[in-house]
């Protein structure tokens, strides 16, 4: 298989080594030739990669025990990308969703659409395309009901449909965004929250960050990236029974966070807009976090009025919090598994980050596809 993959390089693959990377982070044509960043301002985000990456299948590659290069971006090109008004472009992006289509127009738009992204509008709990009046709507589509069962077995669901780009435990506070690139735990979650609102254990304060959140002797930390594509399901859901006791809203940049992306850029969830739910459940620590990403700039928690995504009013650099806990509500919100939670105006990106006993296991296999109800893990 890496004699055929190989073969379809115009270039002699030993004078370029790291091709394999270039060709998974530059997702049209003939992109390999150019540098990621190119590629991506020209495709938007780097939408278009998802199917590239797919259709390649380098994941085949590493099961196979063939390791990739992972060339990581230099700090100019990440500040070049960054430089670029993805903020900008997202918000004019959102309100061109918004536009009302003529009726005439909505069935040749979204069927393009959907041939692009291979949307399955069988599942819609509307398959009428004139039903649809703007992009968003149709981005924000319901499911039936029976489209997605939410299993009962297990203790720990998954929250949406997408890719399992990674999981395991949280080692060193470092989590990993997809094999060999990862991201600080403290940057992506950010100062430790009050023992009031999180119900933590006092913990002696010289213990890093990783050991602060787990509360129960003999418990570990552990992580699950799930990365929706545009044509998936945008709604996300509450992924187990748990208790939402914080919000904490980093407005940040709006880079794509296509798997390829994420192979290329360290910490690239940091970089990103990003919303951080935290609270606890059965076995103590529990947080969901809805990364931003490029036109994905609306992020929305049904239970939060008072969240903004995407505001000019927010600067980079900066957090906002939010306590559900108050004298009146001193439980947070409880949520159920499989509940509605929130939704992403296009794809984008789940971070699971919580703790359990020891012989908690995943039932995943990285790069796997999954829909949102299907099983993550259990005891």
């Known amino acids: 298989m890496l004699k055929q993959v190989v073969t379809s390089f115009p270039l002699p693959v030993r ?12 997702p049209v044509g003939q992109a390999f030739r150019l540098r990621p960043f190119h590629v991506l301002v020209a495709t938007g985000g780097g939408y278009a990669g998802y199917k590239k990456y797919e259709g390649y299948k380098l994941e085949q590659l590493e099961k196979k025990g063939i390791e990739l290069p992972v060339k990581l971006a230099s700090e100019w090109e990440v500040a070049l990308y960054k430089s670029v ?13 918004q536009v009302e289509l003529p009726t005439w127009l909505r069935k040749p738009v979204y069927s393009l ?33 029976q489209a997605r069962p939410v299993c009962c077995v297990h203790s720990v669901i998954s929250p949406s449909d997408g890719k399992i780009l990674n999981f395991g435990q949280v080692k060193n506070c470092e989590v990993e965004q997809v094999k ?14 009050s023992t009031e609102d999180l119900r933590f254990s006092e913990v002696p304060p010289g213990n890093s960050f990783q050991q602060q959140l787990v509360t129960k002797e003999g418990n570990e930390l552990y992580h699950c990236v799930i990365y929706l594509a545009p044509g998936d399901y ?21 880079m794509s966070v296509n798997p390829g992306v994420a192979r290329w850029i360290k910490e690239l969830f940091c970089h990103n807009e990003r919303v951080v739910l935290t609270g606890d459940w059965k076995h103590g620590f529990f947080s969901l976090t809805a990364v931003g990403a490029t036109n994905v700039g609306s992020i929305r928690i049904y239970f939060d009025q008072d969240l903004h995504t995407n505001s000019p009013r927010y600067s980079k650099g900066s957090y906002n919090d939010f306590s559900f806990i108050s004298n009146n509500n001193k439980e947070g919100i409880p949520m159920r598994k499989g509940e509605h939670l929130g939704e992403f105006n296009l794809g984008s990106t789940i971070v699971l980050i919580f703790e359990a006993p020891k012989d908690f296991k995943f ?3 990285a790069g ?7 099983a993550l893990g259990s005891l």
């Not at 004078?15 to 530059?26: D, I, S």
């Not at 060999?180 to 929250?193: A, D, K, N, Q």
């Not at 796997?368 to 299907?374: A, N, S, V």
Request: aromatic share 14%; hydrophobic share 35%.
């Open 15 to 26: 004078a370029f080594p790291n091709r394999y990377l270039t060709l998974h982070t530059a």
């Open 85 to 97: 008004p993805t903020r900008l472009l997202s918000r004019a992006w959102g309100r061109l969703n």
């Open 113 to 145: 659409y959907i041939w692009t992204f291979g949307v399955n509008m069988k599942e819609a709990a509307v398959e009428d395309l004139h039903h649809y009046r703007n992009l968003s709507e149709f981005f924000r589509r319901k499911l039936k009901p």
């Open 180 to 193: 060999g690139v990862t991201y600080s735990l403290e940057s992506f979650l950010g100062p430790r929250i």
């Open 234 to 254: 945008h709604c996300f859901h509450s992924p187990t029974d748990w208790r939402v006791s914080h919000r904490r809203h980093f407005p940040g940049s709006l």
């Open 363 to 365: 039932h995943l296999k």
């Open 368 to 374: 796997q596809k999954i829909r949102f109800g299907e």
